[in-house]
């Protein structure tokens, strides 16, 4: 296995290209959810672009020190929205899809919580060949299942003792 590093350009680029695929597609949607924390980013831009409302569900199947270590899914007991209407069709969006369990489980949740759901699409920028689900969006099939380093990711590490004695 490899490794992906992705810049804050590579991303931001990624992600406009995933909101020009949703775009041809023509598929009209009336709501957002995106998975914290992955998918926080994106969903809150394809919510800039796509003006639609933006609904946040906390998902984590990650554990460990590295935080690389797959682990039992864990879904919050609510989604975040400012209003109570999930709407017909939902746009569902992750970073990335990996083995497939978090989406496949979270439209599960989403339609067994909210059965006005008609029809419910996921997109997400990268999608491995290694998961099980299939994203109706994405940008990069990744035929190898490299580990993705995101840009974001090196504030996992950043220390506020230690940042503090660098600042001037």
């Keep these: ?61 990650y554990s460990g020190k590295d935080g690389q270590t797959r682990s039992q899914l864990a879904i919050a007991n609510q989604i975040t929205m400012t209003d109570n209407r999930m709407g017909k069709r939902v746009l569902l969006v ?3 899809v990996d083995s497939g369990v978090t989406l496949q489980q979270t439209t599960i949740w989403l339609r067994d919580l909210y059965p006005e759901i008609e029809e419910l699409k996921t997109a997400v920028i990268w999608y491995k060949a290694c998961s099980k689900y299939i994203p109706e969006y994405y940008v990069s099939y990744l035929p190898n299942n490299p580990w993705i380093h995101q840009p974001f990711e090196k504030y996992d590490r950043y220390k506020l003792s230690t940042a503090a004695r660098n600042c001037p």
């Excluded at 695929?21 to 949607?29: A, G, L, M, P, V």
Aim: proline share 2%; hydrophobic share 40%; aromatic share 10%.
């Design 1 to 61: 296995m490899y490794d992906l590093d992705v810049s804050w350009e590579d991303y931001h680029h990624s992600i406009e290209q995933l909101a020009e695929n949703i775009f041809q597609s023509q598929w009209e949607f009336d709501r957002i959810v995106c998975l914290a924390r992955g998918g926080m980013r994106v969903g809150d831009i394809l919510s800039r672009i796509f003006n639609k409302p933006l609904a946040i569900l906390a998902t984590s199947s």
């Design 94 to 96: 992750d970073d990335l």
